[in-house]
């Protein structure tokens, strides 16, 4: 069984998780041979067993920059992990077991006990399989997985691969045109986890508002042995615990819908629209036998929310939104893109100091706890998929994009935090090819959700683009004074009024200023306002927000992104020094002059608009 679901694996009076994070074992396949762990079939043993090369690697985490080797930081190709574990003798009773990895850079094919379990492409989404006739119950057990961190030209995104003659002989070097560092590993949390055999496998809520009622419509998908036999019954519990909605539905073909009705519901706000951020109650899903008895358990949060949009405006609770916040990665130093919860905790402490209600997940789907936050917190999330200037557009890419959508909407399709899906950052969008591929990914997501617009970030110029049409949004990027016009601070303030009024213009759409900012060396300062220093990018923004605050009166200005959140790293190119610099925060989550003007900003906005 390998389910339609990817609910995040979660205890329960049904379900039991453990955790498989730790040290694993680690080898990197020899540049020369590169195949050779599949020839010699790695996965039959342990690592440690097989080459004294063997090493251990933190997981999760990105494994580039763990070690003091360079060629390890670089190596384009695969790696091996893996790892043994316990599996209690109660769990191989009654019992599916599955395995679940949140995310694996880029591709990833997995053993249990050297049986091939699974395959999957794209990283930053989770897979998982059922692994329940392959595990020792009682007894050891061990999983190994081969990593690829190879990008391609119809990888998502892409990349291309070259051989190069270097002092040790011939090698691979990966080259790609995106702007941050290729950070490969398993990236986030590896769980095994139990689901009785007769469980629910997916949960769909769509919420809504009628007078002071809110609406929460619920689809369930769930496998049983024996069809139309179970019902499914629902309760909606506020953060107090107390039971506010009922309802209870039967199984048809394995699926089954219901309506829950909350009077007086409490609505998810975004932060600092509302003294209760976040509001979540918790939609408690109970599968039961046809003699009454539980089958398995699940609880989801839910927050009840509206969005609207127009030619000009966004709405959420039927009232209109400005959305001010970043663009930012997961990056930081050691552990790359490895998921690490201090951090995701200082950066929304970060984010809630400055007074941002939003920001864009540029340019890849971030870890579920990363979400679950925004969530939480009441922060308006602009859902990217992994696509990052797409070009050369072909058929199999096309698919594979699609796929990344597809993945992305099943896991986030019912956080409340999500109010839009961007479906790539800056493709070349002036070919009649761009046109007809955007058009079939638009096509593709309004078919798996019409409950969000769909945006996409665009540096072409407005006059060649061919694919805003196919958007609900218009965001657009542009770097005034930095890479156009460079250092000329007089050239900011009109060209992005202007250019934000032609995207208008020409599509008639709501638009979005979705990157601005300026590369800037902490501790650099430079008065009047240089390139680079403290002084030029705060100056910058300045000029910026002059533009803004015009734009705003215009009626369909709906928001502004700086780039980036934070200072991160790139690949190794002259232009870049020790990565991007455009962080309003340094990458060890410093203020930057920048940040506290920003945060002055974002305030006072809030208590403007709210
Ligand atoms: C962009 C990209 C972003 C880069 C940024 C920059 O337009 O979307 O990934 O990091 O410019 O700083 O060049």
């Given at each position: 069984v390998s389910g339609k679901g990817i609910l995040y694996p979660k205890q329960s009076e049904t379900r039991e998780t453990m955790s498989l994070d730790g040290l694993w074992n680690f080898l990197v396949s020899p540049i020369t041979d590169p195949l050779v762990g599949f020839r010699e079939t790695w996965y039959r043993d342990d690592l440690v067993n097989i080459n004294s090369d063997t090493q251990l690697m933190p997981v999760p985490s990105s494994y580039n920059d763990i070690t003091e080797d360079g060629h390890l930081r670089d190596h384009v190709g695969l790696v091996w992990y893996d790892r043994t574990f316990f599996v209690p003798s109660s769990w191989g009773i009654d019992k599916r077991v599955w395995l679940r990895f949140s995310s694996v850079s880029y591709a990833a094919q997995v053993w249990i006990n050297g049986d091939l379990v699974m395959n999957h492409e794209i990283g930053h989404l989770p897979f998982q399989k059922e692994v329940t006739s392959l595990l020792n119950y009682g007894g050891v057990n061990r999983v190994t997985v081969a990593c690829d961190n190879t990008l391609l030209q119809d990888t998502v995104p892409q990349g291309i691969v070259s051989e190069a003659d270097t002092d040790r002989g011939k090698k691979l070097v990966q080259s790609y045109t995106f702007d941050f560092f290729n950070y490969g590993g398993i990236h986030r949390p590896v769980t095994l986890y139990t689901t009785p055999i007769d469980y629910l496998d997916d949960i769909t809520v769509h919420t809504d508002i009628e007078g002071g009622t809110g609406i929460i419509k619920c689809d369930l998908t769930f496998v049983t042995e024996v069809q139309n036999s179970t019902t499914c019954v629902l309760k909606l519990l506020d953060n107090e615990g107390y039971e506010v909605a009922y309802g209870v539905c039967n199984d048809s073909n394995y699926s089954t819908s219901v309506e829950l009705t909350v009077p007086g519901a409490r609505l998810w706000w975004p932060y600092l629209m509302n003294p209760r951020p976040g509001y979540l109650y918790t939609l408690q899903v109970e599968l039961k036998s046809a003699e009454g008895d539980t089958l398995d358990v699940y609880r989801l949060p839910v927050g009840i929310r509206t969005l609207k949009w127009t030619n000009s405006s966004f709405f959420i609770n039927n009232r209109p939104v400005y959305l001010h916040g970043f663009g930012r990665h997961e990056d930081s130093d050691i552990r790359g893109k490895g998921l690490d919860l201090p951090l995701v905790m200082k950066d929304y402490n970060l984010i809630k100091w400055i007074g941002a209600n939003a920001y864009r997940t540029s340019h890849y789907p971030y870890a579920d706890e990363i979400m679950d936050l925004a969530d939480q917190m009441g922060i308006m999330i602009i859902d990217e998929c992994p696509s990052v200037d797409t070009d050369a557009f072909s058929f199999l890419l096309l698919e594979k994009h699609k796929d990344s959508l597809t993945e992305l909407i099943r896991r986030d399709k019912n956080r409340p935090s999500v109010i839009a899906w961007s479906i790539a950052n800056e493709p070349r969008t002036q070919t009649q090819a761009a046109d007809e591929y955007f058009g079939a990914v638009a096509r593709h997501v309004r078919n798996l959700d019409r409950s969000r617009p769909i945006t996409m970030s665009i540096a072409r110029w407005v006059e060649e683009d061919r694919a805003g049409k196919h958007v609900d949004i218009i965001s657009f990027n542009r770097y005034n004074a930095w890479y156009q016009n460079t250092g000329k601070l007089d050239m900011i303030t009109n060209k992005v009024i202007a250019e934000a009024r032609s995207w208008h213009a020409k599509y008639n759409k709501p638009v979005l200023m979705s990157e601005y900012g300026a590369d800037t060396q902490e501790g650099l300062h430079l008065q009047p306002g240089y390139v680079w220093s403290e002084e030029f990018q705060v100056e910058l923004m300045s000029r910026h927000f002059k533009a803004f605050d015009a734009l705003r009166k215009e009626g369909w200005f709906i928001g502004e992104f700086i780039w980036n959140f934070a200072d991160f790293k790139t690949a190794?190119?002259?232009?870049?020094v020790g990565g991007n610099k455009k962080g309003i925060f340094t990458r060890n989550r410093q203020p930057k002059a920048a940040a506290h003007h920003l945060r002055k900003r974002y305030w006072a906005l809030s208590q403007e608009l709210h």
């Open positions: 190794q190119v002259y232009t870049r």
